[in-house]
């Protein structure tokens, strides 16, 4: 069986990768892309620890997961609405470009 | 230990995708590239014995939120790559540090922790009785919030999306509406 | 009877019993997969010689008749031409995507397979969510249709792929809605569990799903919904022929395009296997006299029936328009399907020692489920012009 530490290991790398992938890449869709691994990273956590706890039998860690992956799906499609509701009146995705607040 | 070997078959799989879905030039190859890692992860949580969570992820993610994500590529041009066009924002190498560093602050306590020697307990696969179970009793307060954000997501992203109306069709909006024909004058098409 | 009814699992219990102990469990799951590629592969050259057969009956010509007896080693002569046709991949094309699109389609739909219960004691895995992985792994297929449509960078592709998705996505909803009555009812997401409540007998005939209100309506909703899922005729529009030349399919030749088409089969047989499962009662016999059939039989019987009426289907019914289709699934399906939930919690509730007799059930469950149709499909086209009878006075 595989020590938990490797699960984190893997968690960790995979946050790390979305979170690279936020801070340095333009494209807006993408960006968002990267949330999702970040997110998908602590739902592994999840069920990791809840798999290797002692609380066995309650399913704590799925529950979590299971209204993780439904805030992402809706965070998905709001996200999405939004970035095609801006290239509409930006013509762009560039987030660089998206900087009209900046004081 | 095939569980073993797998695992790690599976978290490359996981990790290589994910960073060519960070990094590949063209977004639609990017979410493909994702879509990929997503199902890789749902394989892991299958090992992980959340059998209920792994196909979730494999329908939620795989089947929904990959195809958005592509749809929103290709409804924002997103494909269309311009060999001028800088693929980074101009301070990635900024970016990359933090990243980096984010990574390392949590490696740290991952590796001095004791986890490393635990093993998991015996157990049977959850039951999905039980999960729902739970839904309904001790969750069922999230769950119903839930579906309340779900539906006002769903509703938001449908507002939010639908295409504006032109300004000409706002000051007279019978202009652009074509009449439908009546059954009497389709009728009077058709006849010699 | 019993042997002949377990004759398949005992054969693999005899065979494993002669390999060493080591290699066993391995040798099991090997086991299962030829039986399913076997049997389904059979299936698939079988339906297409009958599928076409049967159409040209429809159409009032003979089909295939030249190769073998009776034009049945058609397949044989399909599957060498495709084999040895060139494979051309456009200069433009995205090479890997494109080489990709068919084995993300064909191979999540073998998985498909594993949860189903063939007959007794017959089910590849027995997982406790069966009928949720059934669908998960169905997710891929629109994957591998966009991947195939926008890799052959043509325009005809790229607008099947996006047609296919929007078809996919629009009656993924009735169709997963469709099972849920079955799933509350059952108590159970495990496919064996859910055959398993079906079983019993009354006067003789069998407790299906297919023989209540809310089992018979969403039987139809479902196979509907499982129609135009597997891109079959009416709902064909992804590869309309007279329109969009292929759709996804047309920068595909050779192999490739004989893996689109194995993969749509498979969709079709999976997705059937689904329907006999969740409503027709798996591999029991319809009636309590035929119970010395074996269970296997049973199960092939009801596919081949649910084939058939699909052939004739395709056949019978002309194509629809895209909008037609998608306020088809959202205006009338989805609308039916949830009607259909609240008849099977009536349903649920009445049995509960409120002492209603079943003919008030079935008739308290159609006062809901027919005004709902009646009304949905009068909505479906709002300015229906009165038939004028032009010709025929």
């Known amino acids: ?103 | 230990m095939p569980n073993n070997i797998s695992f790690y078959i599976f978290a490359v799989g996981v990790l290589a995708t994910a960073t060519a879905a960070m990094r590949l030039r063209n977004p639609v190859h990017c979410a493909l590239a994702a879509a990929a890692a997503f199902a890789g992860l749902a394989v892991i949580y299958f090992q992980l014995d959340a059998e209920f969570i792994s196909f979730a992820q494999l329908l939620i993610y795989v089947g929904a939120i990959s195809i958005l994500v592509i749809f929103a590529v290709l409804l924002t041009r997103g494909s269309d790559i311009q060999p001028g066009v800088e693929l980074a924002s101009p301070h990635w190498l900024t970016g990359l540090a933090i990243a980096v560093l984010v990574a390392f602050v949590i490696a740290v306590p991952v590796c001095s922790s004791s986890f490393g020697e635990k093993i998991a307990p015996k157990m049977t696969v959850a039951p999905v009785k039980l999960i729902g179970e739970e839904l309904m009793t001790r969750y069922l307060f999230p769950l119903e919030t839930m579906g309340l954000l779900l539906t006002v997501a769903l509703i938001g992203a449908a507002v939010i999306a639908l295409r504006e109306p032109e300004e000409s069709e706002i000051r007279n909006p019978k202009s652009e509406i074509r009449k439908q024909p009546t059954t009497e004058e389709l009728v009077a098409e058709v006849q010699p | ?393």
């Open chain 1, 1 to 103: 069986m595989t020590p938990l530490s490797q699960y984190l290991f893997l968690s960790t790398l995979l946050f790390a990768i979305g979170f690279a992938g936020v801070v340095t890449r333009r494209n807006a869709v993408i960006v968002l892309v990267g949330i999702e691994f970040m997110l998908n990273a602590a739902n592994l956590n999840f069920i990791a620890f809840w798999r290797y706890g002692v609380s066995g039998a309650a399913p704590t860690g799925i529950m979590a997961v299971m209204f993780s992956i439904a805030i992402a799906a809706a965070e998905a499609a709001v996200g999405l609405a939004l970035i095609i509701a801006v290239y509409r009146h930006r013509k762009t995705t560039q987030l660089e470009k998206l900087d009209t607040l900046k004081g």
């Open chain 3, 1 to 393: 009877m019993n042997n002949l009814d377990q004759i398949f699992v005992y054969a693999k219990y005899w065979l494993l019993s002669q390999l060493p102990g080591g290699v066993q469990s391995l040798v099991s799951i090997v086991l299962d997969i030829i039986a399913i590629i076997a049997v389904f592969g059979t299936c698939f050259a079988l339906t297409t010689i009958l599928e076409r057969k049967g159409l040209g009956r429809i159409q009032n010509r003979y089909g295939p008749n030249r190769v073998g007896p009776c034009g049945l080693l058609q397949p044989m002569a399909d599957a060498i031409k495709m084999l040895t046709k060139e494979d051309i991949v456009p200069f433009a094309a995205d090479k890997v995507v494109h080489y990709l699109a068919p084995l993300v389609l064909t191979v999540p739909i073998w998985l498909a397979f594993s949860v189903i219960p063939f007959g007794r004691e017959m089910s590849a895995i027995d997982l406790d969510a069966g009928v949720l992985f059934f669908f998960a792994v169905g997710g891929a297929s629109e994957l591998a249709v966009f991947m195939a449509g926008w890799s052959s960078r043509n325009k005809y592709s790229l607008v099947g792929a996006m047609r296919a998705i929007a078809q996919m996505i629009s009656y993924e909803v009735p169709l997963v809605l469709a099972t849920i009555p079955v799933i509350m009812l059952s108590g159970s997401l495990n496919l064996n569990k859910i055959v398993e409540a079906q079983s019993g007998y009354a006067f003789g005939v069998a407790q299906w799903n297919v023989f209540t209100p809310w089992g018979f309506a969403g039987f139809f909703l479902f196979l509907i919904a499982a129609t135009a899922e597997s891109n079959r005729s009416p709902f064909d529009l992804p590869e309309g022929e007279s329109e969009i030349i292929a759709g996804f399919l047309t920068e595909y030749s050779g192999f490739k395009y004989a893996l689109f088409f194995l993969g749509e089969y498979l969709g079709l047989f999976a997705v059937t296997a689904l329907s006999v499962t969740l409503f027709l009662g798996g591999w029991h016999a319809p009636l309590q006299v035929l119970e010395f059939l074996p269970s296997w039989f049973c199960f092939f019987v009801k596919f081949a029936a649910i084939i058939a009426v699909f052939i004739w289907v395709r056949g019978t019914v002309p194509r629809l328009r895209f909008d037609q289709l998608l306020n088809f699934s959202w205006r009338f399906l989805v609308p039916l399907t949830l009607v259909n939930l609240l008849v099977a919690v009536v349903w649920h509730f009445t049995s509960l020692g409120a002492g209603l007799d079943q003919s008030l059930r079935w008739l308290i469950s159609a006062a809901m489920i027919v005004p709902a149709y009646v009304y949905f499909g009068r909505a479906l086209s709002p300015n229906r012009p009165t038939r004028i009878y032009q010709y025929a006075e």
